[in-house]
């Protein structure tokens, strides 16, 4: 059933992201090669290890109420937290919502202003229900993985920022 997986890390090794490879060949499917693609988003689903270890197993991708065009992604279709729900209940817990991915029309991208504050506002609302845990924030490139801008977020104002580890 494990299809092999990618490792992201930390310069000082502290965390670890591992993504499957069938979740990084759905996501690669929403790059912004061509000009007429739009800003993609969705949630990230997986498995928590310790404090400082995280495992992405699925992904969800745009719904139909999500808004989606050449540089803005919101994701409001409630199919998303869905998603979430259907995979905690089948997994008795272990399969959680970890955090967000959105595609940016950048062969190196980085957060535009409004996606520091949508995360922090999102932290805000998540608060109670993650109790504290960090966001994992994945931004795609119009390239490959190793120009995606892969973070853990602790809320507050501290990004560490991860890359892939080479193969
Ligand atoms: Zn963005």
Redesign the pocket.
Request: aromatic share 12%; charged share 20%.
């Given at each position: 059933m494990d299809s092999g997986y990618v490792t992201f890390s930390d310069k000082k090794g502290i965390f670890y992201i591992r993504i499957n490879l069938d979740v990084l060949s759905k996501l690669h499917s929403f790059r912004q090669i061509e000009g007429f693609m739009p800003?993609s988003g969705g949630v990230l689903i997986g498995e928590v290890y310790g404090n400082n270890g995280f495992w992405i197993k699925d992904v969800t991708s745009p719904f139909k109420n999500d808004i989606s065009d050449r540089y803005r992604?919101v994701r409001q279709d409630p199919a998303h937290q869905k998603v979430v729900q259907n995979w905690h209940q089948k997994s008795n817990g272990t399969m959680q919502y970890l955090g967000e991915w959105?595609s940016?029309p950048e062969k190196k991208p980085s957060?535009?202003l409004?996606?520091l504050c949508s995360w922090k506002k999102l932290s805000l609302n998540m608060k109670s229900q993650m109790g504290g845990q960090p966001f994992l924030l994945i931004?795609l490139s119009m390239i490959d993985l190793k120009k995606d801008w892969v973070a853990i977020y602790d809320g507050k104002n501290n990004y560490t920022k991860l890359e892939v580890d080479l193969i």
């Open positions: 800003e992604f959105h940016h957060p535009s409004i996606d931004i």
